[in-house]
């Protein structure tokens, strides 16, 4: 979910996990990394793959698509997508 104020936005994972970012005609660019407090993700959390930050959507990672960047690695967990790292790919 992205939340905006003129150019500035905030993408937000839930679970207390967000990325700030600046929007470029309706596109969300990540300005660092995954910022919030939390555990992030381990192997077992639930199920693997990333999430596409321009859509909000993920994806598993047994799919045959493959990530169009700015994305996240993680987890969908019973509590919604959980990051397993800080960086932005």
């Known amino acids: 979910m992205t939340t905006q104020n003129n150019d500035e936005a905030v993408f937000s994972f839930g679970a ?24 992030l993700a381990t192997s077992g ?19 045959a698509k493959t990530p169009i960047s700015p994305y996240v690695n993680g987890f969908k ?4 997508f959980v990051p397993s790292t800080r960086e932005i790919r």
């Open 16 to 39: 207390g996990f967000y990325v700030r970012g600046q929007t470029h005609d309706g596109n969300f660019q990540p300005e660092g990394e995954v910022m919030g407090d939390g555990d």
């Open 45 to 63: 959390s639930g199920q693997p793959g990333w999430m596409e930050l321009s859509t909000g959507q993920f994806y598993p990672m047994h799919t």
């Open 77 to 80: 967990t019973d509590h919604g």
